[in-house]
């Protein structure tokens, strides 16, 4: 493809792509070539605007996530690759308050012993 059909960039990773646009305007809607270069990355454009819009809950932006192909997020625009690095911590920040949890029930018992 010629670098001068290229019209869209993709809102996730900002890769060029040729998109029609005729075709946009026949159907009445925004397909997900209007926004992205695959639809793969439609998905994840989905969570990180459901997560962003506080549609859903880091947890499940993460758990929606695990269902998507991440390959390469580090490389994508900054502003997606920012909201996903925030939703991957999300899973280390729920074990760290899990362990606590666990310490606490823990101790509790030792208590009963006595």
């Not at 075709?23 to 992205?36: D, L, M, S, V």
């Not at 490389?75 to 606490?104: H, Q």
Request: hydrophobic share 30%.
């Amino acid at each position: 493809m010629a670098e001068t059909n290229i019209n869209h960039h993709c809102i996730v990773c900002g890769t060029g792509y040729h998109a029609c646009d005729t075709c946009q305007e026949i159907k009445g809607i925004a397909p997900w070539r209007a926004y992205t270069d695959t639809v793969e990355h439609y998905k994840i454009f989905s969570v990180l605007q459901d997560y962003n819009g506080k549609k859903i809950s880091a947890e499940d932006a993460k758990t929606k996530l695990d269902n998507c192909d991440i390959t390469g997020w580090e490389s994508f625009k900054e502003s997606s690759a920012s909201l996903i690095r925030k939703i991957l911590a999300t899973e280390t920040k729920k074990v760290a308050k899990t362990t606590k949890t666990t310490k606490k029930s823990k101790k509790a018992e030792n208590d009963d012993e006595k």
